[in-house]
T-cell receptor
Framework: DAGITQSPRHKVTETGTPVTLRCHQTENHRYMYWYRQDPGHGLRLIHYSYGVKDTDKGEVSDGYSVSRSKTEDFLLTLESATSSQTSVYFC?????????????FGSGTRLTVV | DAKTTQPNSMESNEEEPVHLPCNHSTISGTDYIHWYRQLPSQGPEYVIHGLTSNVNNRMASLAIAEDRKSSTLILHRATLRDAAVYYCILRGDYGGSQGNLIFGKGTKLSVKP
């Protein structure tokens, strides 16, 4: 997807290990979001950022932390991965949170916790 | 955010028009109607959005009912690449979560050759 990349694309990790997913954008958008997608639940917001060092919790934030030290990078960390965090993770960016603006999503990271 | 209702699935033939309906009877006056789609194994992709008037872009058209309680996404000539889950989402300036997009289950569109 133009302007937004996620890494890694796939990861398998063991229960209890820390994991960091990276979202990188080249659009200079202020707002960035982390979602997870699971069968039967659709996409749910984990955390979001409204500027460098400005972040807040979303609907399903337990077990996750985020950091944003630069405009272009938004990191999602699972401090101690659990099997319930096996999911597909999507990052999104937006120029504005206003209702007249759309989001651009990354291609996703498929995380498996064994 | 106000709730939307979409059919679980629809089928279409290739090169024919497709009309994807969405009901949103509790829409408020400032809610925008957004459509996204998600192709298999990809992230959601913005399609179109509108407030009151019908909207057209290179991907699709959005027809909004006069009372705004329903809308229809129109794909003018479906291709195999249009097979995806289509989400109708209402976005308003409700504050909190900085304008979070709330996804429902969407409509799974199948396109037959």
């Amino acid at each position: 997807d133009a302007g937004i990349t996620q890494s890694p694309r796939h990861k398998v990790t063991e229960t209890g290990t820390p994991v960091t997913l990276r979202c990188h954008q080249t659009e200079n958008h202020r707002y960035m979001y982390w979602y997870r997608q699971d069968p039967g639940h659709g996409l749910r917001l984990i955390h979001y950022s409204y500027g460098v060092k400005d972040t807040d919790k979303g609907e399903v934030s337990d077990g996750y932390s985020v950091s944003r030290s630069k405009t272009e990078d938004f990191l999602l960390t699972l401090e101690s991965a659990t099997s319930s965090q096996t999911s597909v993770y999507f990052c999104a960016i937006s120029e504005s949170p206003g209702s007249n603006y759309g989001y651009t999503f990354g291609s996703g990271t498929r995380l498996t916790v064994v | 955010d106000a709730k939307t209702t979409q059919p679980n699935s629809m089928e279409s033939n290739e090169e024919e028009p497709v009309h994807l309906p969405c009901n949103h009877s509790t829409i408020s006056g400032t809610d925008y109607i957004h459509w996204y789609r998600q192709l298999p194994s990809q992230g959601p992709e913005y399609v179109i959005h509108g407030l009151t008037s019908n909207v057209n872009n290179r991907m699709a058209s959005l027809a909004i009912a006069e009372d705004r309680k329903s809308s229809t996404l129109i794909l003018h000539r479906a291709t195999l690449r249009d097979a995806a889950v289509y989400y109708c989402i209402l976005r308003g300036d409700y504050g909190g979560s900085q304008g979070n997009l709330i996804f429902g289950k969407g409509t799974k569109l199948s396109v037959k050759p």
